[in-house]
């Protein structure tokens, strides 16, 4: 949603520009006493040249922004995972994902500020954001492979913090 109205705002930013070049020229005259020797024609050909590469300024910005990150954000909507931290246990939503699937955490937490870390069935860092309370982080995920991920805290919350882990199950996908 937001790389849509990074576009719009994009795009109405340039036809904003485009059309006070087109103002400005459409209202730019001849002026005899600085151009005398050239004739309405010459100024006739300028103001089309002038809009025409304004119209192909606009195009060409168009085309280019279209095939920018929209297309993998907008092929499938992510499922949404709530995520809560507290001293010393994750909560999820879910505990369970189909490989392949978007996954978008939704993170906070209760008491004080969590790592949310996301680690793979090799024990490498797979994913990872802040937990904090009163805010919420998102953290998009797709699960290559299927196995146990695990989640822990990476940031020290207390004495009991190395207690704070639990289980994703990633599925082959059906």
């Known amino acids: 949603m937001m790389h849509i109205s990074i576009l719009l705002i ?11 070049f087109a103002f400005v020229v459409l209202n730019s005259g001849p002026r005899d ?18 809009i025409g590469l304004c119209a192909a300024g606009v195009l060409v ?11 993998a954000s907008s092929a499938e909507s992510p499922r949404i995972i709530q995520a809560v931290g507290r001293q010393w246990s994750w909560e999820l939503a879910s ?18 500020n969590h790592g949310f870390a996301i680690y793979g069935p090799d024990d490498k860092i ?13 953290l998009d995920v797709t699960f290559e492979h ?13 004495v009991a913090h ?3 882990v639990t289980e994703i199950a990633v599925t082959e996908k059906h």
């Open 33 to 50: 006493e600085d151009y005398g020797g050239i004739s309405t024609r010459g100024y006739i050909i300028r103001r089309w040249w002038m």
């Open 146 to 158: 299927a196995g146990k991920y695990r989640v822990l805290c990476l940031e020290y919350c207390g």
């Open 95 to 112: 505990n369970s994902v189909e490989a392949g699937e978007p996954v978008r955490f939704r993170v906070t937490s209760q008491d004080v």
């Open 10 to 20: 994009s795009l109405l930013g340039m036809v904003f520009i485009a059309a006070v």
């Open 126 to 138: 797979v994913a990872q954001t802040q937990a904090m309370p009163g805010y919420f982080n998102d």
């Open 162 to 164: 190395h207690a704070m």
């Open 61 to 71: 910005s168009v085309w280019s922004l279209i095939p920018f990150p929209l297309q």
